[in-house]
C-alpha cells in the first residue's frame, strides 16, 4: 500500500523567494516519485521524476526535487518564484509499470507580488 | 507535441443517466488510465487498462463503471446510471510500455444533476 502526504494544503511565497513544497511517502516497495502541477482548469502537467536514478531530479520551470530515502521524502524546490508558478501542485507515489499514481491531496501555491 | 485529448470538456446529465466520456491517449501508448478528482479533493485512480483488458482498479470503480478501447485511438469510460456524487472532473492519461510517467488530458468536468 502507498500514501502520499502534503503539508500545507496552502503556501504563499513573495515573487523571487524560494519555494518549497513539502512531500512525505510511503510505499512497501522502492516508489517512483513525481511532482505534477495544475493550472486553473487545466489538466495535470509532469513537472519531474523519480524513477531510481539520481536522487536530486530536475524538472521544467525550475523547479528541482530530492528523493531522500531516511526521511522518505521528496520535496520540489525552486530557487526563485515567479508569478507563474501559481497553480496547484500535486506529488505522487507508484510502484511502477502500469500501477495507477496515488496522489498527495495538493498544495495550493500561492506568489504575492 | 503529442498530447492526450478528452470529450467533451463538460457533461451535465440527470442522476440516474448514462455517461460516455471519451479519450485519445497518446497514439504510440499502450497503458491507458482513468482518474477522477472531486472539486477540492485530491485525484483518485480509477482503473488502468492494457492489452484490452483491465490491469488494475480501485474500489471507487464499482460495477456502474466500466471501460472500453472501441478502437484503436479511443478510450472511453462508461457510467451506466450516474448519482450525485459521481460529479467530478476526470482525467484520462496514457504512458509507454516500460515509461513510468503518465501524460494527462485536460479533463472532463461531469456535472450530475
Known amino acids: 500500500a502507498q500514501s502520499v502526504t502534503q503539508l500545507g494544503s496552502h503556501v504563499s511565497v513573495s515573487e523571487g523567494a524560494l519555494v518549497l513544497l513539502r512531500c512525505n511517502y510511503s510505499?512497501?516497495?522502492?516508489?517512483?516519485l513525481f511532482w505534477y502541477v495544475q493550472y486553473p482548469n487545466q489538466g495535470l502537467q509532469l513537472l519531474l521524476k523519480y524513477t531510481s536514478a539520481a536522487t536530486l531530479v530536475k524538472g521544467i520551470n525550475g523547479f528541482e526535487a530530492e528523493f531522500k530515502k531516511s526521511e522518505t521524502s521528496f520535496h520540489l524546490t525552486k530557487p526563485s518564484a515567479h508569478m507563474s508558478d501559481a497553480a496547484e501542485y500535486f506529488c505522487a507515489v507508484s510502484p511502477g509499470g502500469a500501477d495507477g499514481l496515488t496522489f498527495g491531496k495538493g498544495t495550493h501555491l500561492i506568489i504575492q507580488p | 507535441e503529442p498530447e492526450v485529448t478528452q470529450t467533451p470538456s463538460h457533461q451535465v446529465t440527470q442522476m440516474g443517466q448514462e455517461v460516455i466520456l471519451r479519450c485519445v491517449p497518446i497514439?504510440?501508448?499502450?497503458?491507458f488510465y482513468w482518474y477522477r478528482q472531486i472539486l477540492g479533493q485530491k485525484v483518485e485512480f480509477l482503473v488502468s487498462?492494457?492489452?484490452?483488458?483491465?490491469?488494475?482498479k480501485s474500489e471507487i470503480f464499482d460495477d456502474q463503471f466500466s471501460v472500453e478501447r472501441p478502437d484503436g485511438s479511443n478510450f472511453t469510460l462508461k457510467i451506466r446510471s450516474t448519482k450525485l456524487e459521481d460529479s467530478a472532473m476526470y482525467f484520462c492519461?496514457?504512458?509507454?510500455?516500460?515509461?513510468?510517467?503518465?501524460?494527462f488530458g485536460p479533463g472532463t468536468r461531469l456535472t450530475v444533476t
Open positions: 487498462f492494457y492489452n484490452n483488458e483491465i490491469s488494475e
Open positions: 510505499s512497501s516497495v522502492p516508489p517512483y
Open positions: 492519461a496514457s504512458n509507454r510500455d516500460n515509461s513510468y510517467e503518465q501524460y
Open positions: 497514439s504510440n501508448h499502450l497503458y
